[in-house]
């Protein structure tokens, strides 16, 4: 039987806060459903900014030699990737979003019309927290914008999302929500292929 990977992506700068502990509650639950997990602290990463030159697009690797490179390679070997992302300005934080910029050459492949997938067959979940409070995070859009655009990069690349799990009221909570975690595992659940 061959081991299954995952890549467990921290893009948050709060390695003990409710972003942090959500990550851990899936990769204890990726763990126990068979998967060797690989965990990253994006803010621990040595990541330049993407400067626009799309080499990339040709080599499938940016040109730049930082750590983008370990990542593309645990990348490029998974076949799940949970990505952790707290909510900023109804968005991800700036380490996430130059992840994706990063990333592109990687995740899709440019064509003369819509780019082509290159990570088919991989699957995502994706765990957000904010400290609005429910509803009027969603009333607002911003745990939605943070979903919205971690999904874009995953679909785009041509994956497959098996979940999407948001704590609200995040900055009020001393532990991780029992119905938070439950809901983390529901994700990981059966996905034993």
């Not at 003369?112 to 290159?118: A, D, H, I, W």
């Not at 995070?137 to 799990?165: E, L, P």
């Amino acid at each position: 039987m061959n081991e299954k990977n995952a890549l467990a992506i921290l893009g948050s700068p709060h390695a003990n806060k409710t972003t942090a502990a959500m990550l851990d509650s899936a990769i204890r639950k990726a763990e126990q459903a068979g998967y060797a997990v690989t965990k990253i602290n994006l803010y621990e990463k040595n990541l330049s900014f993407c400067t626009g030159c799309q080499a990339c697009m040709s080599t499938q690797m940016c040109v730049q030699k930082d750590d983008i490179r370990e990542i593309v390679n645990l990348l490029q070997k998974c076949q799940l990737v949970i990505l952790a992302a707290p909510v900023y300005w109804a968005n991800v934080p700036a380490a996430v979003k130059n992840l994706f910029d990063r990333l592109l050459g990687t995740a899709i492949e440019e064509t003369n019309t819509f780019p082509k997938p290159r990570l088919r067959g991989k699957q995502y979940i994706l765990l957000t927290s904010c400290n609005t409070p429910a509803p009027f995070s969603w009333i607002f859009g911003q745990s939605r914008g943070a979903i919205r655009n971690m999904d874009a990069f995953f679909k785009t690349a041509g994956m497959k999302r098996i979940g999407k799990v948001v704590c609200t009221n995040a900055k009020n909570k001393k532990e991780l929500p029992k119905q938070t975690a439950k809901k983390i595992e529901r994700c990981l659940k059966g996905n034993y292929s």
